[in-house]
């Protein structure tokens, strides 16, 4: 294969088309994405808890002690926003439903990122939505706002902190009164402002520049540990219908997004978001259905039919919730994929099985809840890593009409010695989710994170229902190759 070209997925072996960017065309718009490693695990985002009926939503926290620097990293895409327009970086987020910036006044927010809060009064473009607003209404009914004319931003935050009963108390519906953000994070983050509506700007490959009115969360109070990430807010990219693909999709684009998130050896390289679609032949692109029924289900849910570690197939149970909709989604903001407790230890056991001898780290296991091995020193300069992590097998999704073949230099975590307080570890990076003993509902949930999503081109299709996956070396660059 050529330099710089991409390497598409396994089904096809004949050259991809002659092209040197493979991500803007007419009916796209494209922007970089940085690789950040934040200080802190952000890998369990409980977007599941969202809804604010959930009875644990004040309690599902993560201890501090199964934190780790080494296993927190973001792709971050820098956007703009308001008139005149102002630029924020912000994480994309598959498994959230709005953007949300950090917005002023500000009660509590991140003193980490070096971007002044978003001033909704200093923008000539902005509206505070109420509660009479259609579009606050709609955002109700999705639990994507709340109407708390009960509670002033600050009540309402506390309220979460404490109990779902003391959230509900704060609901009343006033037609004049501000329509409520208030989002829950699994790592304890919690999120309270107001709905704006303002002008979100992208530049197309041809010149011009899109605008659309969007709304998107107001920040006015952000709680730790977020505001130690540096950054300045989140894109939620859930299907919905004021997500941002969605109210594109209105000005002409295809209802899609796509992403290709590099990996941390592509320095500069964090890889490329597409709205719309990418210039990427269908051809080399494997397609799976997604399930679900449209006007209630937001997460991106497919059927996974089986996995294998290396050339075994390790069988998997039927994977769906009490609707008979499949529970095994994609979600961009967890960085470590998740498995039910059954299907884990039985694929850890797999891949441990297949590797050469390698002590246990019961305490880096413990703390970060992965499956930990101790590097000898023999064997910690990056070239014997290199080598041993090729010992491992890869480990291959088996969806509907589609395959993502995982190499262990994507699953695997190299955990340094001031995480783990003695010698350096290598990690499984797969779990459970955090606490699953507390949400049965949750018991068997499948989340294919970011890390099981790097070099590969992911396409969300909303218009004909599906996700696409090719196997891809990804660049900022719009290249998609080295």
Avoid at 140 to 163: G, I, L, Y
Avoid at 180 to 190: E, S, V
Avoid at 263 to 292: C, M, N, W
């Amino acid at each position: 294969m050529a330099s710089g070209q991409a390497r598409y997925g396994e089904k096809l072996m004949e050259e991809p088309p002659s092209k040197e960017n493979y991500w803007d065309s007419e009916n796209s718009v494209s922007m970089p994405l940085t690789l950040v490693h934040g200080p802190k695990d952000w890998h369990q985002r409980g977007r599941h808890l969202m809804n604010a009926s959930s009875p644990t939503i004040a309690r599902y926290k993560l201890d501090d002690n199964n934190s780790s620097f080494a296993l927190s990293f973001y792709y971050v895409a820098e956007i703009k926003l308001g008139s005149p327009p102002r630029r924020f970086r912000v994480s994309l987020n598959t498994g959230s439903d709005l953007l949300w910036v950090q917005c002023a006044p500000c009660l509590q927010c991140s003193d980490t990122t070096q971007t002044l809060p978003f001033d909704y009064g200093g923008s000539s473009t902005s509206k505070l939505l109420t509660c009479g607003d259609e579009t606050c209404q709609d955002l109700t009914k999705r639990n994507s706002a709340m109407c708390t004319a009960n509670c002033t931003a600050k009540q309402v935050w506390k309220s979460m902190m404490e109990s779902a009963d003391a959230l509900r108390r704060c609901e009343l519906f006033n037609e004049s009164s501000f329509c409520t953000y208030a989002a829950f994070f699994g790592d304890g983050t919690i999120v309270t402002g107001k709905i704006v509506t303002d002008v979100f700007y992208l530049q197309r490959v041809t010149g011009d520049i899109k605008r659309v009115n969007i709304p998107f969360g107001c920040g006015q109070i952000v709680s730790p540990p977020f505001t130690a990430y540096g950054l300045d807010g989140t894109l939620g990219l859930m299907r919905t219908n004021h997500s941002l693909p969605s109210l594109l999709a209105a000005q002409g684009l295809p209802n899609v997004f796509a992403h290709c998130f590099a990996t941390k050896r592509d320095e500069g390289h964090g890889g490329r978001f597409i709205l719309g679609r990418p210039a990427v032949p269908d051809s080399f692109i494997q397609y799976t259905p997604l399930y679900g029924d449209p006007n209630f289900e937001r997460r991106y849910r497919v059927r996974l039919l089986n996995i294998s570690i290396g050339d075994v197939t390790f069988p998997v149970p039927e994977l769906y919730d009490d609707v008979g909709t499949p529970t095994v989604e994609f979600d961009s903001g967890n960085t470590i994929t998740i498995f039910p407790r059954n299907i884990l230890r039985g694929l850890v056991l797999k891949i441990t099985s297949r590797v050469p001898s390698l002590a246990f780290d019961n305490a880096t296991s413990s703390r970060l809840r992965l499956t930990c091995f101790k590097l000898p020193p023999i064997i910690i300069t990056a070239e014997t890593v290199k080598a041993l992590k090729l010992a491992f097998p890869n480990v291959t999704l088996h969806f509907e009409n589609a395959t993502m073949v995982v190499s262990p230099r994507d699953y695997l975590v190299e955990i340094g010695s001031s995480d783990t307080g003695g010698q350096p570890a290598l990690c499984v990076g797969m779990r459970e989710l955090p606490f699953a003993d507390q949400f049965p509902d949750l018991w068997n949930l499948v989340s294919i994170g970011a890390n099981f999503m790097r070099n590969y081109l992911v396409v969300y299709d909303h218009d004909n229902r599906r996700i696409g996956v090719s196997r891809m070396q990804c660049r900022s660059d719009g290249r998609g190759g080295r």
